[in-house]
């Protein structure tokens, strides 16, 4: 089996939803995969460009009246066989995560206290503006979507990310608890 990157597996299964252009692949790549899988725009032509020579997926040209031509993607017999080998491949890795504000904490002796406490505030912020943004796109999938076979699947990678900003909240809270009581 020929080894493509994690970005060529993503595209190949984001064919398999309604997304056939670059700007529909785009588009839910900013709205749903980027919260887990960073895809920048300027992967997903040459991705594109690649699996069509691989004979992953074929391009056909789409015409509107008054509209430019849009070029379409398709994928192949040989590349829903690529995807679906990738897919029943055991996961080489877990998953490493970059976070700074542990980064920060972790060297935080080196800074005031009240900036210290004002990191982990901001920090526990963005998690729970995080959450506001996952349940809006839950009550979303589930009012729109509910009749598309892929929606279950989006709910549970969904679920992932409810619990780990929850549980990432819940360590602020604890944390900061901890740094208030904390003696000088």
Request: glycine share 6%; hydrophobic share 35%; charged share 25%.
């Amino acid at each position: 089996m020929k080894k493509y990157n994690d970005t060529t597996y993503a595209i190949l299964g984001i064919l398999t939803t309604e997304c056939k252009t670059g700007y529909a692949i785009k588009q839910l790549i900013d709205n749903s995969l980027n919260h887990f899988w960073k895809i920048s725009y300027g992967q997903i032509y040459p991705t594109l460009k690649l699996i069509v020579q691989e004979g992953l997926a074929e391009v056909r040209t789409s015409s509107t009246p008054g509209k430019p031509d849009k070029n379409e993607y398709y994928l192949t017999t040989k590349g829903l066989e690529e995807l679906k080998k990738w897919l029943e491949q055991p996961v080489e890795q877990l998953p490493i995560e970059r976070n700074e504000i542990l980064l920060k904490l972790f060297f935080g002796r080196n800074q005031a206290k009240e900036k210290t406490v004002l990191l982990l505030q901001n920090y526990q912020q963005e998690l729970e503006n995080r959450l506001q943004t996952y349940e809006a796109i839950e009550k979303g999938i589930l009012s729109h979507n509910h009749t598309v076979e892929d929606s279950f699947y989006w709910l549970l990678t969904l679920d992932y990310g409810k619990r780990t900003t929850k549980a990432a909240i819940d360590w602020c809270e604890c944390t900061l608890e901890k740094f208030l009581t904390k003696g000088d």
